[in-house]
């Protein structure tokens, strides 16, 4: 054998195993996902509902996997923190998000975002379900879902939000078109404007989240007619759902919570989700986690990976015609 003929032999035995093991320590290297902190963006302030679920998870997360730094990125209603994680880049392999209804009501009143919400992500679990609750003051004279109907029909009824674009703020204008009413909407800055004047009768109505009326709807301050989910709650065992308590006044399909899960840039490693999805279900279904949940009245989330997706992609197709029928694209 000439020297040239064994030294091509030897130059292409190496090619052959430098690439065996290049792909051999791509491997390795996904499946030490993850090999870095991983971060979790709350795309809304400290101290709401949304940031509290992130740091119980991050607290769980982290002891399954690696140290989980929540960092909140408030702004637009969550599009700000949505954008950037959508834009991807440096990081994004141990970047999640907390996404929440704001993901998909956020698409429907702003339609040229600069992201796609279901293609440019990818899904990893509905973790908690929070219903909303149609409350009325407690001296209000209607007692039944059917009773504020009627009412609404016959005369102009008023319904409080804590801001436009809101779940509260949807769930009311989702309950306005199936009813064929003519509410009223009056939205305040935060929960903790809107509160005070339902309590005080300054409005009819409204489709809080479970954790802000509980209280109120146990000291008999307000009254609870029906939970926005198709089951009702087990924390308010004597109260309807809508699609129970609205049978015969279009509410028969009527369905919303406030839900919250953990989504990823579309190009997060496929080892660092399976082992996500495993880690989540695993905290799911332990003891620390399930007496988390009854502090927010929640049930925890069922659906994982395309599952996720399906739903989210739904709820976007609901709030944009609930959006176009309320006059609230942007």
């Known amino acids: 054998m000439s020297s040239k003929i064994g030294f091509r032999l030897k130059r292409g035995a190496l090619c052959v195993v430098t690439a065996v093991s290049m792909a051999c320590g791509g491997v390795a290297q996904a499946d030490e996902w993850p090999d870095d902190n991983i971060r979790l963006v709350v795309p ?25 730094v929540v960092e909140n990125r408030p ?50 679990r509905n973790v908690i379900n ?75 109505v409204a489709f809080e989240n479970m954790p802000t009326v509980y209280p109120h709807i146990q000291s008999g301050k307000l009254k609870a007619l029906a939970v926005t989910t198709p089951q009702e709650s087990e924390f ?11 049978a015969g006044y279009g509410l028969e399909n ?9 989504i990823a840039h579309k190009s997060f490693p496929e080892a660092g989700l399976e082992k996500l999805e495993s880690a989540l279900a695993k905290i799911m279904s332990g003891e620390d ?23 989210v992609d739904n709820e976007v197709a609901k709030w944009s015609e609930v959006a176009e029928q309320a006059n609230l694209k942007r």
């Open 236 to 246: 308010l065992p004597d109260v309807p759902s809508m699609q129970q308590a609205g």
């Open 289 to 311: 986690f399930q007496n988390f949940l009854p502090q927010f009245g929640a049930v925890a989330g069922e659906e994982v990976g395309d599952d996720f997706r399906t739903m």
């Open 130 to 204: 929070i219903p909303n609750v149609m409350v009325v003051p407690g001296n209000s004279p209607y007692n039944t879902v059917a009773e504020f109907v009627e009412a609404a029909r016959a005369k102009q009824l008023s319904f409080s939000s804590p801001g436009i674009g809101s779940s509260v703020h949807m769930s009311g204008e989702l309950f306005k078109n199936l009813t064929q009413t003519q509410l009223i909407h009056v939205p305040f800055r935060g929960s903790g404007e809107a509160l005070p004047a339902l309590l005080a009768g300054d409005v009819d």
């Open 44 to 68: 809304y302030s400290a101290g709401g509902t949304t940031d509290l679920l992130s740091r119980k998870v991050a607290d769980l997360l982290q002891r399954e996997l690696t140290t989980v």
């Open 254 to 262: 009527y369905e919303t919570s406030a839900w919250f899960g953990l």
């Open 75 to 124: 702004g637009a209603g969550s599009t700000v923190a949505t954008g950037q994680l959508a834009r991807g880049g440096r990081g994004s392999d141990h970047m999640l998000l907390m996404a929440s209804p704001g993901h998909t009501i956020g698409a429907s009143l702003y339609p040229n975002l600069r992201y796609d919400p279901v293609a440019d992500f990818a899904f990893i």
